[in-house]
């Protein structure tokens, strides 16, 4: 079975950087493009990035470019999200998920980031 | 960006009736390969999405033949065909044609 488990969230000032880490597992990793979605507390879904399977194109939200990194590593079956000048505005649970088919297909459990000074 | 809108945004449901969810994108979903790129998840409350449907009416793995997609173009239609308590919780269409891909808003499916 595909797992994903996401982790680094956590509490960050406006302003402030954090990098969440997405452990896949039950998938040969590097066959698959993968993403992130967030889902701000109590609203709906938003796909934030997206990465082909070696890490040469990404694809962005507009609210996040410039600001917003992806990457992988598939020698650790890692997806990763370095998230720099956080705003209020990130505030969300973060999904790490499987991008296949034009859809993400299979989602971890969620990763909760809150922006707040 | 593609805009999805689905209705209604809330949906009171007595078991063992039929429920039915509609989404309207703001353009085609026909992608150049020639597939429509139009999913269903439902969020239980608590848990992350769970893909229902792709491209249009395809069901993924263990999902209950009551759940049924269809549609065309840019209209297109959830149904259930008798609820269960288990399909409560918050269902949204999703785009995967342009990125980046969108969601409808979410209706809200509870029992009566």
């Known amino acids: 079975d595909v797992q994903l488990v996401e982790s680094g969230g956590g509490l960050v000032q406006p302003g402030g950087s954090l990098r969440l880490s997405c452990a896949a597992s039950?998938?040969?990793?590097?066959?698959?493009?993968m993403g992130w979605v967030r889902q701000a507390p109590g609203k709906g879904l938003e796909c934030v990035a997206t990465?082909?399977?070696?890490?040469?194109?990404?694809y962005y939200v507009d609210s996040v470019k410039g600001r917003f990194t992806i990457s992988r590593d598939n020698a650790k079956n890692s997806l990763y999200l370095q998230m720099n000048n956080l705003r209020v505005e990130d505030t969300a649970v973060y999904y790490c998920?499987?991008?296949?088919?034009?859809?993400?297909?299979?989602w971890g459990p969620g990763t909760l980031v809150i922006v707040s000074s | 960006d593609v805009v999805m809108t689905q209705s209604p945004l809330s949906l009171p449901v007595t078991l063992g009736q039929p429920a039915s969810i509609s989404c309207r994108s703001s353009?085609?979903?026909?992608?150049?390969?020639?597939?429509?790129?139009l999913n269903w998840f439902l969020q239980r409350p608590g848990q992350s999405p769970r893909r229902l449907i792709y491209?249009?009416?395809n069901r993924d793995s263990g999902v209950p033949d009551r759940f049924s997609g269809s549609g065309s173009g840019t209209d297109f239609t959830l149904k259930i065909s008798r609820v269960e308590a288990d399909d409560v919780g918050v269902y949204y269409c999703?785009?995967?044609?342009?990125?980046?891909?969108?969601f409808g808003q979410g209706t809200k499916v509870e029992i009566k």
């Open positions: 998920a499987r991008n296949y088919g034009h859809c993400f297909d299979y």
């Open positions: 039950g998938l040969t990793f590097s066959n698959y493009w």
């Open positions: 990465i082909s399977k070696d890490g040469s194109e990404e």
């Open positions: 353009q085609s979903l026909v992608y150049s390969d020639g597939n429509t790129h």
């Open positions: 491209k249009v009416s």
């Open positions: 999703m785009q995967g044609k342009d990125w980046p891909w969108t």
